[in-house]
C-alpha cells in the first residue's frame, strides 16, 4: 500500500520560510523521480519541483525558482522541499508525488493523482 505524508505547512507572512517533509512507503523509494504538486482553490494543479530518483537533478517552476529547494533521503523515504521569500500567490495544498507515467519530471501529466500525498496546507499572508 503506497503511502505519503506530507508536513511542515502552516501559516507564514510574506517573506517568510516554511520547509515541508514527505515521508513515504510501499513502494521502492529510491527508484522513482519524485516531486511536489500544489493545488490552490479554483485553480488546477500546478507541478512546482522534482528531483530524480538519485537525488542528484532537480527541477523547479519558473514561479518558484531560486526562492525554493527540493532534496531528499533516500536512505529515510523523505523527500523535501525548502520553501523561502514566501510570497500570497504560494498559497496552497502542497502534495508530494511519484512520477508513475512517462519520463518527464516536470510534466504533471507524468504523475497519477491517485498517487499523491493528501497535502499539507501553506496558507502566506499578513
Known amino acids: 500500500q503506497l503511502r505519503l505524508v506530507e508536513s511542515g505547512g502552516g501559516l507564514v507572512q510574506p517573506g517568510g520560510s516554511l520547509n515541508l517533509s514527505c515521508v513515504a512507503s510501499?513502494?521502492?523509494?529510491?527508484?522513482?523521480?519524485m516531486s511536489w504538486i500544489r493545488r490552490a482553490p479554483g485553480k488546477g494543479p500546478e507541478w512546482v519541483s522534482g528531483?530524480?530518483?538519485?537525488?542528484?537533478?532537480?527541477y523547479y517552476a519558473d514561479s518558484v525558482k531560486g526562492r525554493f529547494t527540493i532534496s531528499r533521503d533516500n536512505g529515510k523515504s523523505m523527500v523535501y522541499l525548502q520553501m523561502n521569500s514566501l510570497k500570497p500567490e504560494d498559497t496552497a495544498l502542497y502534495s508530494c508525488?511519484?512520477?508513475?507515467?512517462?519520463?518527464?519530471?516536470?510534466?504533471?501529466?507524468?504523475?497519477?493523482?491517485?498517487?499523491w500525498g493528501q497535502g499539507t496546507q501553506v496558507t502566506v499572508s499578513a
Open positions: 508525488a511519484p512520477r508513475t507515467r512517462g519520463t518527464t519530471i516536470t510534466d504533471l501529466d507524468d504523475y497519477e493523482s491517485e498517487f
Open positions: 510501499g513502494f521502492v523509494f529510491s527508484n522513482y523521480d
Open positions: 528531483i530524480n530518483a538519485g537525488g542528484y537533478r532537480t
